[in-house]
């Protein structure tokens, strides 16, 4: 197991090494992470390019990797868990350069099997949301902690640097479908979120994760949303459970057709969610970068063309026609401009 964790002065001087690539300091919890991260969503043990791809990325700059413990079925914390040990024992990178984060709520796949089982024992997580056929929900404490315990295992780590409850608007979403009132959802809700909370800083007391935080695609939805989640209520449930609590991240869509974050002035007073954010100094993820869902559907913002190989001479020749053609304007086109 990999022992530490992300540190202030690890990671500052990790992105001053590699300085041409953006970073920025993660809010309240002071570590200086690279404005790219590596997100895990796609990404699986036992493929081998994608465990290239991760090695190259933190090698290069790359200090933030996001994942969850549902990304390919725990696959992806798998693989994670395989470079920062492949790369550490070799020296290339240190534990306290890279900051990771991972996220708990969903069961599907595995999760969901063992959910079944725990059912049929008579010992079903408690507030598990059913929310659809192989899908299922929770946040509960002890739900949290048994995901957290396989996380940290998969991912090879003693500590986690963040840690995210995923989405947890699933309540709502669900609570909507049962006829249940907006009133009463939204109460049962935030006293889900509270309790994790309350858990949460018991985890970070033992050491086994440093900050903690939500992932949800409806910080940024209007107020009147069934599924909103208000960032505010939220910060002032973490004042709540401890004066020195330690939420610091969360985790919001935010794109070219997404642009709510900014633009919707959803929190009491007329604040936008990133403001409100900024202004508590919480360390702020953005995800679906390059898809956006508008309109119901899912769109992507960008798309790599599929090249084929080409063959070498003709690649030669390309690189002598660019190089004529810098010739040609450092002697013809430079002279004649100011």
């Known amino acids: 197991m990999i022992k530490g964790h992300a540190s202030i002065d690890a990671t500052t001087d990790y992105v001053a090494r590699y300085a041409p690539v953006s970073s920025a300091p ?32 933190i090698c290069s700059g790359i200090n933030l990797i996001d994942t969850s413990a549902n990304y390919a079925d725990g696959g992806s914390e798998t ?10 024992a070799r020296g290339e990178a240190k534990r306290q350069q890279v900051i990771v984060i991972s996220k708990v709520g969903y069961l ?10 725990r059912k049929s024992e008579g010992r079903a997580f ?35 640097d963040g840690y995210l409850l ?4 699933y309540y709502l979403g669900w609570a909507a479908k049962s006829g249940l009132s907006l009133e009463s959802a939204r109460n049962e809700y935030y006293r889900r979120i509270r309790a994790a909370f309350d858990h949460l800083e018991k985890e970070v007391e033992k050491g086994r994760i440093r900050f903690y935080g939500i992932s949800s695609n409806t910080f940024v939805s209007v107020a009147d949303d069934p599924e909103f ?24 869509p935010f794109n070219l057709l997404e642009p709510g974050a900014v633009l919707e002035g959803n929190q009491p007073g007329g604040k936008t969610t990133l403001s409100f954010a900024a202004q508590k100094g919480l360390g702020v993820l953005t995800n679906r970068p390059l898809n956006a869902f508008a309109a119901g559907r899912l769109f992507r913002l960008a798309d790599l063309p599929q090249t084929q190989r080409q063959d070498t001479n003709e690649v030669i020749e390309k690189i002598r ?3 004529k053609s810098e010739t040609r304007f450092w002697r013809k086109i430079l002279p004649h401009t100011r």
């Open 26 to 57: 993660l809010g309240r919890t002071g570590l200086m992470a690279s404005q790219a991260g590596f997100g895990g969503y796609r990404i699986s043990s036992g493929v081998s390019h994608h465990q290239k791809a991760l090695s190259t990325a």
């Open 79 to 88: 693989l994670v868990g395989q470079v920062l040990k492949d790369l550490t």
């Open 108 to 117: 599907q796949g595995e999760n969901f099997a063992l959910s079944q089982q």
């Open 126 to 160: 408690e507030n598990l949301v059913e929310y659809g056929e192989g899908l299922e929900h929770c946040i509960h404490p002890e739900f949290v902690e048994d995901q957290l315990t396989r996380s940290l295992a998969r991912l090879n780590l003693e500590t986690l």
């Open 166 to 169: 995923h989405n947890p608007e």
């Open 229 to 252: 989640t208000c960032l505010e209520t939220v910060w002032q449930i973490a004042e709540a459970v401890s004066a020195d609590h330690h939420f610091g991240l969360v985790q919001m």
């Open 321 to 323: 026609a660019l190089a």
